[in-house]
């Protein structure tokens, strides 16, 4: 109810959709780094693979020697080299 | 490059940890507020770096995820500082060394006279310490230049005293007055050289040797006489006399003449068969172009005999005083040398060695002596080199002033 409210204002008032929304903001630097914010937790990962399930459903990259750089409660930087980047489940509601 | 300090200066410390739920272990982890980095998988588990800090609250997430930790490294100045405090005496006396030594390196550690010939070495260090240079005080509480100063006043026989220091010695350079030498011996005849004296005639002085005598150079012949002033002559009532330390009383000089045989002799050796190098008449000109250090040959860049002397000359043009050509021109002479193998007969060579010990005695004969005898004796020799001993005996005058 309240996501909605304050997706409408933000709509509304024309604020970018990462200081209207909850879900997750990825920056990608061309292969090697991804940052991700706003993420809920870790669901799996290795070196080929990361999971990490945010609002919005499950973020899944593959690629490989990926190494989580910095670990953070609202911040997760991966460094690797990166081959793919999906969404799985959830919907935006 | 900028090293990221931060990591080194907090400390980190690098874990694996092995579980089923490792996933699960950084959620809790992060819940607790830990901050991993470098985490990384492999096949043997997890491994990642926290703070020192962060480290015990692992402790929760690994009982709940039933994950084992163990610490891989520690990495990071307070590990290092806590390997020194364990070794805190270690430590202590490596500062106390430094310490001692600094405060050593400031103070007079050694005391040092050079120069002195005359004025005794603790004379002075007594003086110096008096003025306050001794061993164990502060190097900046000395005042070299004014002790110095002070030396030179309180030695009359000082001419000069600097005071440098090495490090903790000091030393004290210490140059004498020169002051004129009193001569016992002036007036004096003495003889020039050995010999046995012949004809001894004394026309002022005490004859000290007779005719017939072996007199050794130096050997006092005749003595000056010590008064020839009026024996009778009595100093005036109530005036004394003051003796000068330094300038003697006029003495007058002995004279006469003490004529002697003398004998010198000298040795010559010569070679059978010798090497020598010598210029063979033959030459070869070359020359070339001199840029800065480089030399540029334009003729004859190599000389063509295998011994060779090079005269180098260079020709510079200049301009005015300051101005000249970086060019300049060179030419080199060579002059070949060649080895000659000299081959002698017994003969000849006894007759160069003759030759070369007359001429060695010519220089030492005092000229306007007479020469009796000369003998020429051809010494054994060895096979491979001749040689000739010359002896000479002359008659000649041996009664000399001492140089002063």
Redesign the interface.
């Known amino acids: 109810m309240f996501d909605k409210l304050s997706k409408n204002v933000g709509e509304a008032l024309d604020f970018p959709p990462d200081v209207a929304g909850n879900g997750p903001k990825i920056t990608i630097t061309g292969r090697q780094e991804v940052l991700v914010e706003n993420y809920v937790?870790?669901?799996?990962?290795?070196?080929e693979e990361i999971r990490l399930s945010t609002l919005e459903g499950e973020l899944c990259f593959t690629g490989h020697s990926?190494?989580?750089?910095?670990?953070?409660?609202a911040e997760l930087r991966i460094e690797g080299e990166l081959d793919s980047l999906t969404f799985q489940g959830g919907s935006e509601s | 490059m900028l090293v990221d300090f931060g990591p080194f200066w907090h400390g980190r410390v690098i874990f694996a940890a092995r579980g089923d739920q490792l996933a699960r272990f950084v959620n809790e982890g992060i819940r607790e507020g830990i901050v991993f980095y470098k985490t990384q998988k492999s096949e043997r588990g997890l491994k990642a770096q926290v703070k020192i800090a962060d480290f015990k609250k692992l402790r929760r997430a690994a009982r709940l995820t039933h994950t084992r930790v163990h610490i891989l490294a520690k990495y990071g100045w307070p590990f290092i500082a806590l390997r020194w405090w364990r070794r805190k005496t270690l430590i202590a006396g490596i500062l106390l060394i430094g310490i001692t030594l600094a405060v050593l390196s400031q103070m007079v550690l050694s005391i040092e006279v050079k120069g002195n010939k005359v004025i005794p070495t603790e004379q002075l260090l007594q003086s110096a310490d008096n003025l306050g240079l001794k061993t164990w005080v502060w190097q900046k509480n000395v005042d070299t230049r004014k002790i110095a100063e002070a030396l030179v006043e309180e030695f009359p026989d000082v001419a000069w005293v600097g005071i440098d220091n090495q490090g903790t010695q000091i030393n004290i350079n210490v140059k004498e007055k020169i002051r004129p030498i009193v001569q016992t011996e002036r007036g004096n005849l003495v003889a020039s050289k050995t010999g046995i004296i012949q004809e001894l005639m004394v026309i002022q002085g005490t004859p000290l040797v007779h005719e017939g005598e072996t007199v050794k150079a130096g050997q006092v012949l005749i003595e000056a006489p010590v008064n020839l002033d009026n024996p009778s002559a009595q100093p005036k009532p109530g005036v004394v006399s003051k003796p000068n330390p330094t300038l003697p009383h006029a003495i007058p000089a002995a004279k006469g003449f003490a004529r002697a045989r003398v004998w010198y002799s000298a040795e010559g050796k010569v070679p059978l068969t010798e090497d020598k190098i010598e210029e063979s008449g033959r030459s070869a000109k070359g020359w070339g172009i001199k840029i800065g250090n480089r030399v540029i040959m334009v003729t004859t860049p190599e000389s063509p005999f295998p011994q060779v002397t090079k005269e180098v000359k260079i020709y510079a043009y200049t301009f005015g005083r300051n101005w000249h050509l970086p060019v300049e021109i060179l030419s080199i002479d060579y002059k070949e040398l060649e080895t000659v193998h000299l081959e002698r007969t017994k003969a000849e060579a006894q007759q160069i060695a003759e030759k070369e010990a007359k001429a060695e005695l010519q220089s030492r004969i005092s000229p306007g002596a007479s020469i009796i005898e000369e003998t020429v004796r051809v010494l054994a020799s060895s096979g491979e080199v001749e040689r000739v001993r010359v002896e000479t005996e002359t008659y000649e005058d041996l009664a000399v002033y001492p140089n002063p």
Do not use: D, R
Not at chain 1, 42 to 47: A, D, Q
Not at chain 1, 66 to 73: E, P, R, S
């Open positions: 937790e870790i669901v799996e990962f290795s070196t990926f190494v989580l750089k910095t670990v953070l409660a």
